[in-house]
């Protein structure tokens, strides 16, 4: 049985995607089954801390948007984080009747642009409310919940005039474990709302429908799994959430680890889709085709029908043994194994292999051109100073294990490309440890990893 009810999430933090890519995710989602597509990616700022700001005569990306998703059969949404995640002190003043009357302004006209749903989103924020709010809801068992609430049922009621869809995501929108915030904001709000869920996890390796059978019963109303995965706004190079960030893993696998049960138990699906919006489509692809057919998904083969459809399949393949482990999966690719056969101690066969696998990585890396090959530009430059120090480092172990000197430009090469190492991540670090233990053989210095 499918999950009648499958979205694609533009809804991450990281550079805000062209209409023409939006548009391609949109055809290519809705070819593996997608009925919805949610349009609030952090980078418009309308979305978050610049929500009373109408769009306008500059909405005219969102005007294409509905027109392609209505021409599909797709249902539009946008979501709304008022309570403005990275910006606080623009965040929406709960209590405030005129903020209040603002927010369903800038909903209504989202409406009537041709969303056909709204998500307000509470996801992301720590608990502190303003002065006034705090004041307002003094008496509630739980301020927040009922601060919350209170917006959410005022904007229910007006968009279920205007034939519209309302789902809410909590602050408390991952875990299994129950909380008073939960309990507080199910009793408060209207029954009919339905509200969003990650998993046991803000990332969910695996998610059971036993799970979402204990938060709905928390929040006494159905749930709609937002599944954070391909996204990979979690994983930045430098540790922070921005709009302008890089990943340093790349989401080129099948979606794993979703208990076919959750199609009796969901009331919706959702896939948040990767930064990438090219190079990410064959895993938002899985995740759709899993929604679909739950009971018959088959992940490599989905993955391997995605893959194609790239018209780069084959160097895609080699990436994703390259990106290793998705959070998804222990399989760790060809060369995290090459590596840890040579490591695990002598084996020229091993040597071998895995010499050839890095001249196959590097020649598959070259072959992408195109869009993809510029989504995923600091990636392959990583790859260009990690594939040749790897093979310096097979050079290297293979002398100092048949008694032979080492060449000084591996030598050399192994040195700065150990203090120099990209922060992107190569198939699980395992390069780095097999160039650690090369130089140390060598000689050049002792191992670190």
């Known amino acids: 049985m499918p999950i009648t009810d499958r979205a694609v999430l533009e809804c991450f933090y990281g550079p805000l995607w062209s209409p023409a890519d939006r548009a391609e995710v949109v055809r290519r989602a809705h070819r593996h089954g997608a009925t919805a597509y949610v349009y609030g990616p952090s980078a ?30 797709m249902t539009a949404t946008w979501r709304v984080s008022p309570g403005a995640p990275l910006r606080r002190e623009r965040a929406m003043q709960l209590s405030d009747a005129d903020e209040l009357a603002l927010l369903i302004d800038r909903l209504t006209e989202m409406v009537r642009r041709g969303f056909g749903r709204v998500i307000i989103a509470f ?4 608990a502190e409310l303003d002065p006034a709010t705090r004041s307002a809801y003094a008496d509630d068992p739980h301020p927040m919940a009922a601060a919350q609430a209170g917006v959410v049922n005022a904007v229910h009621d007006r968009l279920a005039g205007l034939g519209a869809e309302l789902l809410v995501c909590p602050t408390h929108y991952w875990g299994v474990e129950s909380s008073r915030y939960r309990q507080r904001l199910g009793e408060l709000l209207h029954s009919d709302l339905v509200a969003c869920w990650t998993g046991s996890a803000v990332i969910s390796p695996t998610i059971a429908a036993a799970q979402v059978r204990a938060v709905a019963e928390q929040l006494q109303r159905p749930i709609w799994l937002w599944d954070n995965y391909p996204v990979n706004d979690w994983d930045s190079v430098d540790g922070v959430f921005a709009n302008t960030m890089t990943p ?181 670090g395992a390069p780095y440890a097999l160039a650690d233990h090369a130089l140390a053989l060598a000689g050049g210095g002792t191992p670190t990893f």
């Open 44 to 73: 418009d700022e309308r979305t978050g801390p610049d929500w009373r700001q109408p769009y306008g005569a500059d909405g005219n990306h969102l005007d294409e948007l509905v027109a392609l998703t209505n021409d599909l059969g």
């Open 123 to 126: 996801d992301d924020l720590d």
């Open 248 to 428: 340093r893993r790349l989401p080129l696998a099948p979606l794993q680890g979703r208990d076919p049960g959750l199609a009796d138990v969901l009331a919706g699906y959702g896939a948040n889709a990767a930064l990438q919006p090219l190079a990410g489509l064959p895993a938002l692809c899985t995740a759709l085709d899993w929604a679909r057919d739950p009971h018959g998904y088959d992940a490599d083969a989905s993955f391997a029908r995605a893959l194609d459809e790239t018209g780069q399949g084959k160097s895609l393949r080699v990436l994703a043994e390259l990106a290793g482990p998705s959070i998804l999966a222990e399989r760790s690719g060809r060369v995290a194994e090459g590596c840890r056969r040579v490591l695990a101690g002598p084996d020229p066969a091993a040597l071998s292999a895995l010499d050839e696998t890095i001249a196959q990585a590097a020649i598959a890396a070259a072959a992408l051109d195109g869009p993809i090959a510029a989504e995923l530009r600091p990636w392959l430059d990583a790859l260009r100073t990690v594939l040749p120090i790897s093979a310096a480092a097979v050079r290297a172990i293979a002398a100092a294990r048949a008694g032979d000197p080492v060449q000084n430009e591996d030598i050399a090469a192994l040195r700065t490309g150990l203090q120099d190492w990209p922060r992107m991540s190569i198939a699980a």
